[in-house]
């Protein structure tokens, strides 16, 4: 995240034409945060004037959201009770049984990666 000074002065300067790597040394930015400064402006839809009119605050904001922490207010899985769930006589469960289940009770729960390092996690517990 940039702060709003590098913001303003990368879309000043490039709008006056100046180069991307005199933009990224004046600014001490790599090109790729340097493009997606211009990316950004240009979907926006905004003047340079009005951005300048917002506090630093409004404009570091707009130009870098904050991330959805949906993420973060998932419980881990009780794999206990998904193993109690999956398992039958003579098979043995799988992690991929124990995804499968997880799933379908929280299709907005954790990702399959996340959830089979916290699978590994848990086993490791045991």
Not at 31 to 58: C, F, N, V
Not at 91 to 115: C, I, N
């Amino acid at each position: 995240m940039q702060n709003s000074a590098v913001i303003i002065g990368v879309i000043r300067m490039r709008l006056q034409g100046i180069s991307y790597p005199a933009c990224q040394a004046r600014h001490h930015i790599g090109s790729w945060t340097a493009q997606d400064i211009m990316r950004k402006y240009h979907s926006l839809g905004r003047s340079l004037d009005e951005l300048e009119t917002m506090t630093p605050g409004e404009l570091e904001e707009l130009f870098y959201p904050p991330m959805d922490r949906q993420h973060l207010k998932i419980s881990p899985p009780d794999f206990e009770a998904l193993i109690k769930k999956t398992e039958s006589p003579g098979r043995k469960v799988y992690g991929e049984d124990l995804w499968a289940e997880y799933h379908k009770q929280e299709p907005r729960g954790f990702s399959r990666t996340m959830f089979y390092l916290k699978y590994r996690e848990y086993r490791r517990k045991k």
